[in-house]
């Protein structure tokens, strides 16, 4: 048997073992799914997988053959459970799994392999790639954008230099250039202004800015402010935002925008809040200055950078206070036994 030949009307299968010699997949032209394994064991003699013209499910894809030399006959491939895995092959590429929507991708001991760019676009859910001495680029954009989060498990040994380590991959040029931001920490605390949200990029190309949305439910989001990018930089950049109308818990998250409109999340982070926080806001006051406090018995008093008493009360107002008398300035705010600097713009 060197082929299926006579299972043409066959759309389905369970699993499917292979030890032997097989020319070809010929006669599994109209296979759609196996729900279990296709497993091809070190024994099987097969060059590529031709014939299987309509695969687009397989539960699990391991192929052991020490003669296969190409990936081609997958091109079908949509998807699997558990991902696919080649080892001891004579493959040089990945030609053959472009057309696959996501992969868990397993690569160990492939001694000619030298290019993994056929994966660039397929978002990838796990990756080991091993024994690969002739890979030195693994810097598809799809790779890339998996290792830039640290809690993405990789496993990478026995590769050329560029392809051993998680650090070699990511901080390559290619990596650096595919990748419009690199963010490196993104925190929050409360302050008496709000919350006030702080994070930091190591580089950035092409970057237009942050989108930054609010949820009090981590499902429903909305756009809360925006603040601009640098655009280009391979230096360290920091930002901050403050959110002056928050709630007992918040939870935020950037929303990163390329001059292309392309668009990329990171994590999402909470924020819980005292309710006894005396909260200031805006601040920059352009007009009017919020004064939130438990206890609106408390007197206060605004004083300029010379010291001198501009405004003040015996208890807090219930409205805003009315900033547009003062100069544009640096002011200092009093309530009660708490002290607040406050920026004035007219």
């Known amino acids: 048997m060197t082929d299926f030949t006579g299972l043409d009307n066959v759309t389905g299968m ?4 292979i030890w032997g010699k097989l020319d070809s997949f010929k006669g599994l032209g109209a296979l759609k ?3 279990g394994w296709m497993d091809i064991y070190e024994t099987a003699d097969i060059p590529n997988f031709k014939g299987l013209n309509s695969l687009a499910f397989v539960d699990r894809l391991s192929c052991a053959s020490t003669t296969l030399t190409s990936l081609e006959g997958l ?3 949509d998807s699997t459970y558990f ?3 080649f080892v001891n092959s004579k493959i040089q590429n990945l030609t053959g799994l472009t057309g696959m929507s996501k992969v868990s991708l397993a690569l160990l001991n492939n001694t000619l392999l030298t290019d993994v760019s056929a994966i660039e676009n397929t978002p990838i859910t796990g990756l080991r790639i091993e024994g690969s001495p002739l890979l030195s680029d693994c810097a598809a954009k799809s790779i890339c954008v998996y290792l830039t989060n640290p809690t993405n498990p990789v496993t990478l040994a026995g590769n050329a230099v560029g ?3 998680r650090d070699q991959i990511v901080n390559s040029i290619e990596c650096q250039t595919i990748l419009p931001v690199e963010l490196l920490s993104f925190t929050g605390m409360q302050t008496p202004e709000g919350n006030k949200l702080m994070w930091q990029t190591t580089w950035e190309t092409g970057n237009k800015g942050f989108e930054i949305e609010r949820s009090t439910d981590m499902r429903n989001f909305e756009k809360i ?3 601009e990018g640098y655009g280009e930089s391979n230096t360290q950049k920091k930002y901050s935002f403050t959110d002056a109308g928050i709630g007992k818990v918040s939870y935020y998250r950037l929303k990163q925008i390329d001059h292309d409109q392309t668009y990329h999340y990171s994590k999402t982070i909470a924020i819980h809040n005292s309710t006894r926080a005396t909260r200031v806001y805006p601040n920059p006051a352009k007009g009017r200055l919020n004064i939130d406090a438990a206890d609106r018995d408390q007197g206060f008093t605004i004083k300029n950078s010379q010291g001198v008493t501009v405004l003040e009360g015996s208890v807090l107002p219930q409205d805003a206070i009315n900033t547009s008398s003062l100069r ?11 002290a607040f600097k406050v ?3 007219q």
């Open 75 to 77: 091109e079908s491939l």
């Open 328 to 338: 544009s300035g640096i002011y200092f705010l009093s309530v009660g036994k708490e």
């Open 33 to 35: 799914a196996t729900l």
């Open 83 to 85: 991902g696919v895995a």
């Open 163 to 165: 392809c051993n380590t």
């Open 14 to 17: 369970y699993f499917l073992d």
């Open 343 to 345: 920026v004035v713009q």
């Open 225 to 227: 402010g925006f603040v």
